[in-house]
Each structure stands twice: as structure tokens, then as C-alpha cells.
Nanobody
Framework: QVQLVESGGGLVQSGGSLRLSCAVS????????MGWYRQAPGNERELVAD???????NYEDSVKGRFTISRDNAKNTVDLQMNDLKPEDTAVYYC????????????WGQGTQVTVSS
């Protein structure tokens, strides 16, 4: 059973920074994607950023240049550094790990609240 534990959410003023961290309970190897999603009230969950085991990263347009995703395969963690935060970034942020090979699983964290005040 793979479990994800997120940390680092909180309340910050517009223009501030936060760093989210996600720890995975087992070693990550093979073909996989680690990412962060968010869901604001009344909205669908959306991808914020992800990082593939092949080395590619992907960002939602509104966070490009402000957010950076980083993964540490040795520590089994994936972090999201968020700079220049805006009120529209307010949401619950979820960590996700999808493994495609040699085993398949798709696991979500419990979510962490990020609130940006104007």
C-alpha cells in the first residue's frame, strides 16, 4: 500500500512563497509520474505541475515562471516551490503518484490547504 503525506500548506499574503512537500511511503522506481494538483471551491481538480521519471516536467500555464516542481528519487519525495503567490492560487493542493511499470498504481495524498490573501 503506497501512501503519500503532504506538508507545507498555510496562509500567505499575495506575493509570498510557500513550499509543499510530499513524502512517499515506498521507493519510487521504474516509469512513473509525480505531480501536484489543486482544487478550488466549485472547481474541478486541475494539474498544477508534474514530473516524469523520464525527466520531463509539465506546468499549468498560470503557474509557469512562479512554481517549480522537484523530485528526489533517493528520498522518495516531490516538492512544489510556489513563489509570487496570488489569491487565485488559493485551493487544496494534492500530491499524486502514478506508476506505470513495473507495477501500476495511482495514489493521492490527503490534500493541504493553501490560502493566499490579497
Amino acid at each position: 500500500q503506497v501512501q503519500l503525506v503532504e506538508s507545507g500548506g498555510g496562509l500567505v499574503q499575495s506575493g509570498g512563497s510557500l513550499r509543499l512537500s510530499c513524502a512517499v511511503s515506498r521507493r519510487i522506481f521504474g516509469q512513473n509520474t509525480m505531480g501536484w494538483y489543486r482544487q478550488a471551491p466549485g472547481n474541478e481538480r486541475e494539474l498544477v505541475a508534474d514530473s516524469d521519471s523520464g525527466g520531463s516536467t509539465n506546468y499549468e500555464d498560470s503557474v509557469k515562471g512562479r512554481f517549480t516542481i522537484s523530485r528526489d528519487n533517493a528520498k522518495n519525495t516531490v516538492d512544489l516551490q510556489m513563489n509570487d503567490l496570488k489569491p487565485e492560487d488559493t485551493a487544496v493542493y494534492y500530491c499524486n503518484v502514478r506508476s506505470r511499470w513495473p507495477i501500476e498504481y495511482d495514489v493521492w495524498g490527503q490534500g493541504t490547504q493553501v490560502t493566499v490573501s490579497s
